[in-house]
Structure formats: C-alpha cells, structure tokens
C-alpha cells in the first residue's frame, strides 16, 4: 500500500479484486448515473479562501458527534453487505473504524450480524435502519442494537421504492441471505429477470412510511434518532419538528433518484434552517480531505464516507479501511494548516467561495 497516494486509487485495486457483478453493485447509481458524477464534480467548483500567518504548529482535528469524541469529523457510512467485499465483512471494517477512532454506522443490511460487530472491538457504533411491512422485524433489530450497545439509530428515509440500478439489473445481482434476518425472513431472493436486491426491497420495504413513523420508532427505542436522506430546507424543518437528533443530508450515494441535487449543494439551504438545533452531516462524494473542509466550512458537523471504505476493504481488508481514513484525515489537517484553520471550530464560511457567490461578483 506504500505506492497508493490517495483514496481514489483504491477504486482501481477494488475493481480488479472483486467479481464484476459486485464491483458494479458498489459503484454503480441510479439510471443515467448523473447524480453519480455530480456526487464528486459539485466539490470542485467550490474554492478556498486562505488565510496566512496563523499559528498551525499544532492542528487539533477532533469533534463530537451525539456528544460522542472522534478524532476527525471524518465517519463510516452505512453501506451494504460488506462480506461480498471481504471474508471479514463488517468486523473488518468496524475494527478499522475503532482503530481511527470514530464512528461507524453500520448497515441494516450487512453481511455480520448486529452482535458480530459489537463483540469484534469496543468503540461507538450508529445502526441504520429501514423500516420494513413487518415492523416488527425492524423493532427486533433496534432493541438487538440497544442490548449491544449501539449509541444511536440512523433511519433512512429516501427509500420508498428502489431506485433503478441498471448494472444490478443486468448482472442479475444476487442477495445473499443475510445474517441479521435468519429465522425471521429470506432475504434470498432469486427473480426470474432483474436485480435479486431491487426484488427484495421491493417486497419487504414499508413504501407506507411518513413522518408521524418517527412517533413508532421513538416509542420503540431511547436512543437518538437521526433521519438519513434530507436534501431539502422544507423536511429539514419536517424532521426538526419531528424531534430527531440529527440529520444527514444524502441522496444515498446517488442510487435512488437520478438528477437529485449533489449533497454538498443543499447542504447550506439544510444547515441554516436548523439553525444549530441538531447535528448535520453530509453524506455523497467525499474522496478528499479538501472535499471535508469544505463540507465543514458549509455548516457540516461530520462527513461520511462510502464507497472508499469499502473500497479499501476490498482490496486491503482492514488495513485498507485504515488506510482510506488516515488518508483522509492528513489531508484535512494539511488543508486545514494551509487554509490557517489550527481547529475545527476555526474553519467557517469565510473559508470558502461557492461557484454562485464567483459567478454573482462577476456581475
């Protein structure tokens, strides 16, 4: 791993490593895969503006998220059945995780059971959830969360129906019946045509969800709930009056609907009608330490990174994790050093330039 330079290039080692049907399946979006594109495009446009002569000997990294430390405002993502990725699975990857110390947010669909990535080392963990027709099937997996110590629930909200994932449809794409759910339901579904995944979140994903399901699943559960898939000022408000504990402006790495907005473009609209009420994070394009301090400098709390994670455990299991993270992290303390921001409470709006506040000074 000594020749890799940057997160990016872990794709590339990912994409030879794994069975093409899986390598599509991670990297793949929705449809024409513009949002995809627009995910990573939409940080270039944004510039810094450093400032000099700061005192950055010393660069303090560190945050809280649900009041929890970690050591950069830098998160794991919920992203699917990480054992088609490596034998280890999320157990890989939740090690890495503690290992840099932050937070990993483990997917409601992953390969280990909810128990399995509790036991493999101690750290703060989030669990993400759908919401399923059989509720009590996600109430199962909340309270197994709770016993295992999981600080907090991430529901996803931008899942009615399954967005068109046109490799997985041609590959054909296999689910593999998932651990979490032996004994209560199959989740081996097998089509005659199309994408085994698409097939069962179609037949299990409760499409009847609405804002008032908040009520259920506070009542189920006391630990924060954060609602995952915001892209818009108006249910930023929604889920703010629903009393969550945290938002995550996504647009579920540009798998659902295509032509959706790039994250980082809603992020400030988001982050200023909270007002500083709950945390916001961002979740979609992040493959630089630049791309978090600017995700910072708009109002995020903490970014979370997808694809690379699993990237890096495809080609390096947990050291690759690892190596994804600190990648990430010296960047953003380079950036911050040179952007003369020595903590995270120094990097603000002033440090950046959007491409709308350039095109208007050109008027």
Request: aromatic share 6%; glycine share 6%; with cysteine.
């Amino acid at each position: 791993m000594d020749q890799i330079v940057n997160v990016n290039e872990f794709q590339e080692l990912a994409k030879r490593a794994l069975p093409k049907m899986y390598y599509d399946f991670y990297s793949g979006g929705a449809e024409d895969q513009h949002t995809l594109k627009e995910n990573v495009e939409a940080f270039t446009r944004i510039m810094f503006r450093p400032r000099v002569l700061v005192d950055v000997s010393k660069i303090d990294m560190s945050t809280r998220i649900l009041g929890y430390p970690i050591s950069a405002p830098i998160m794991i993502a919920p992203t699917a059945m990480h054992m088609l990725a490596h034998p280890q699975g999320e157990t890989a990857t939740a090690k890495a995780a503690a290992a840099c110390n932050t937070i990993m947010i483990v997917s409601y669909m992953a390969s280990c059971t909810i128990e399995e990535v509790a036991s493999s080392c101690n750290a703060v963990r989030f669990l993400q959830i759908y919401v399923y027709k059989r509720r009590d099937v996600t109430a199962q997996m909340v309270k197994r969360a709770e016993k295992a110590g999981f600080k907090a629930i991430v529901l996803t909200v931008d899942v009615p129906k399954f967005g068109r994932r046109e490799a997985d449809i041609k590959n054909k794409m296999v689910c593999p019946q998932l651990r979490n759910f032996e004994g209560l339901i199959s989740t081996e579904v097998l089509p005659s045509e199309g994408s085994g995944v698409e097939a069962l979140a179609s037949s299990t994903f409760d499409a009847s969800l609405t804002w008032k399901d908040i009520e259920w699943l506070r009542s189920i559960t006391k630990l924060p709930i954060m609602v995952k898939g915001i892209l818009t000022r108006e249910d930023a408000l929604r889920a703010i009056e629903a009393g969550v504990d945290g938002i995550v402006v996504s647009n579920h790495g540009a798998r659902q609907l295509d032509y959706s907005p790039a994250t980082i473009t809603v992020l400030e609209e988001i982050v200023h009608v909270v007002g500083g009420r709950v945390p916001v994070l961002l979740d979609g394009g992040v493959r630089r330490g630049t791309d978090v301090f600017k995700a910072l400098a708009l109002g995020a709390q903490a970014v979370l990174i997808g694809r690379p994670v699993v990237y890096g455990l495809a080609a390096k299991g947990e050291d690759g994790v690892r190596k994804v993270i600190d990648m990430l992290k010296n960047e953003l303390e380079l950036t911050m050093a040179l952007s003369g921001c020595p903590t995270i409470d120094d990097i603000t709006r002033n440090n950046v330039r959007t491409e709308s506040e350039r095109l208007k000074s050109m008027l």
